[in-house]
């Protein structure tokens, strides 16, 4: 599907989608509006949908109150009235909303197309064969151009995250994840790196290798650059996912029903990368730097075990208390390497870590650790932008006591309590003092049930749009 953004009216003989307020008169076929809101046939309340199929078929839509408009409910109707085209198999439209608000703009186009999304590639029958071609979306005269641009691209990156997740992991192993984001990189202006396992070991990188070693698919660190601002080398951002693209738990195994869905363990790969997509493809005056730690947790007789002890880039040692807090133990190394050998002066680590913030915080916010306050308040401002919702959990000194380790120097388990914070603060060891945020998606970045138009069953490409948006801030462009 292809999205155009016009400025002016482009009148042809295609369906008609038009935004109509309830307490406010439509901007064309105002009389006919208004006549279906005498009839009480269509009064423009939120999320009504009116469909005339005379000599000209028009969708309208209801917007609701023309005060209370928003970015979220903006992208929810265009994700319900993509839906609505596809039913009627309706190819192309002009959707007008003559909307003067860019972040409402960029939501709309969002909504477009997250609710034209779908993941049914593996399906020989039942399959949905109809695709929509075009839509023209008719905004106010006075927006600017690269709004749209920036907004197509924000949606197409979700897009990447979420096809990134929804493969299954004999399809998306670390070498095939790795040669993805190679063909992202050309497509989109950013360069890559791949470390094999020869020169993973050779940075010191134990902690991940022992996660990495019990599968026979060989990890890849893969390494992802856009200096978008040469003249600024003080000022690298790394950005960080958990790249598990299986977790089985390892020795301490998961039960099936938890290990099913465990390709989404690199939905922070797919974040970073969905990311780093945007900021190169949109050329943000900004450098930087993400890199992936991709490896399966599995078992076999070279597999690292509870009770062992470790080493890691950063020198710490670590007492294995369970093989399923793998996670951490890949983002130490990573985050260690992107501070001390490519020079980040600010890290973002992003992670599906752990089931404990599912129980703290459900499905709806992303839980944060960070040991910096003006960083946490720019994350923040990003997340309000993206409509993506964040809660800072605290990171205090009595809760890092709970990784003290008897015999090592921390241990990879925090106990029964406070687990989402325990595991944040695991990685905070290895991050001096540099500005850091660690971002657990492990509620946000799949569902299983969708509440929204524009969800969808599986990945859901979360933080893709905070990361950009975290990135640009502090370009300073609104
Ligand atoms: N990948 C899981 C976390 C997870 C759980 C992600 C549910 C998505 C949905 C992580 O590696 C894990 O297994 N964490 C353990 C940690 C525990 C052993 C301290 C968990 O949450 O049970
Ligand atoms: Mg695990
Ligand atoms: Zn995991």
């Known amino acids: 599907m292809d999205i155009k953004v016009l400025q002016n009216i482009k009148e042809e003989n295609i369906p008609k989608i038009i935004g109509v307020y309830c307490d406010t008169d439509s901007e064309i076929y105002t009389e006919k509006v208004n006549v279906l809101k005498e009839k009480k046939r269509f ?14 078929e028009l969708f309208f839509i209801g917007l609701g109150e023309k005060e209370k408009i928003t970015s979220e409910k903006g992208r929810e109707i265009s994700a319900k009235i993509v839906k609505e085209l596809a039913k009627y198999k309706i190819e192309k439209a002009n959707y007008y909303v003559f909307c003067k608000c860019n ?28 695709i929509i071609q075009e839509i023209n979306l008719v905004i106010d005269k006075d927006l600017e151009e690269w709004i749209s641009n920036e907004g197509i691209s924000l949606a197409k990156s979700t897009i990447i995250a979420r096809n990134l997740v929804n493969e299954p992991a004999n399809v998306i192993y670390p070498e095939s994840l790795a040669n993805r984001v190679k063909e992202l990189g050309e497509e989109h202006g950013f360069e890559v790196e791949v470390l094999g396992e020869k020169e993973i070991k050779e940075l010191g990188m134990e902690s991940y290798m022992s996660v990495a070693r019990g599968s026979d698919n ?11 601002d040469e003249d600024n080398k003080d000022d ?33 790969a797919a974040a970073v990368i969905g990311a780093m997509c945007s900021i190169a493809h949109m050329k943000l005056k900004r450098n930087v730097i993400t890199v992936v730690a991709a490896c399966e947790n599995m078992i076999s007789g070279n597999a690292y075990k509870p009770g062992d002890i470790i080493n890691s880039m950063g020198g710490k040692t670590i007492e294995i208390l369970n093989t399923d807090a793998e996670g951490r133990l890949t983002l130490i190394d990573a985050v260690y390497y ?13 992670a599906t870590l752990t089931g ?27 997340s309000d932008k993206a409509d993506e919702k964040v809660w800072r959990l605290p990171g205090d000194e009595d ?9 090592a120097d921390i241990k990879n388990l925090g106990g029964k309590y406070a687990g989402s914070i325990t595991a944040g603060l695991f990685i905070g060891e290895f991050v001096g003092d540099t500005p850091w945020l660690h971002m657990d998606i492990a ?14 069953k599986g990945g859901t490409g979360v933080a893709v749009k905070t990361l950009y948006y975290l990135a640009k801030e502090e370009e300073n462009v609104e």
Request: hydrophobic content about 35%; glycine content about 10%; overall charge positive.
């Open 43 to 56: 009064n423009g309340k939120f999320g009504e949908i009116y469909h005339v199929d005379n000599e000209e």
């Open 103 to 130: 972040k409402i703009v960029r939501a709309m186009i969002d909504g477009l197309y997250l609710g034209n999304y779908k993941f049914d590639k593996y399906k020989t029958s039942d399959k949905e064969e109809f």
């Open 218 to 228: 060989p990890p890849r660190f893969i390494i992802m650059r856009y200096m978008g």
């Open 236 to 268: 690298i951002l790394g950005l960080v996912g958990k790249g598990l693209t299986y977790d089985s738990g390892g020795y301490s195994i998961k039960p099936t029903p938890g290990m099913v869905s465990m390709k989404s363990d690199m939905g922070g």
């Open 338 to 350: 992107i501070i001390n050998k490519e020079k980040a002066t600010k890290v973002v680590d992003i």
């Open 356 to 382: 404990a913030v599912l129980v703290a915080l459900g499905t709806t916010r992303t839980a944060v650790v960070s040991n910096n306050d003006d960083f946490y308040t720019s994350l923040e401002k990003a």
């Open 399 to 407: 809760y890092k006591k709970l990784i003290k380790s008897d015999i």
């Open 443 to 456: 509620g946000t970045g799949w569902t299983d049930a969708p509440k929204k138009a524009y969800d969808h």
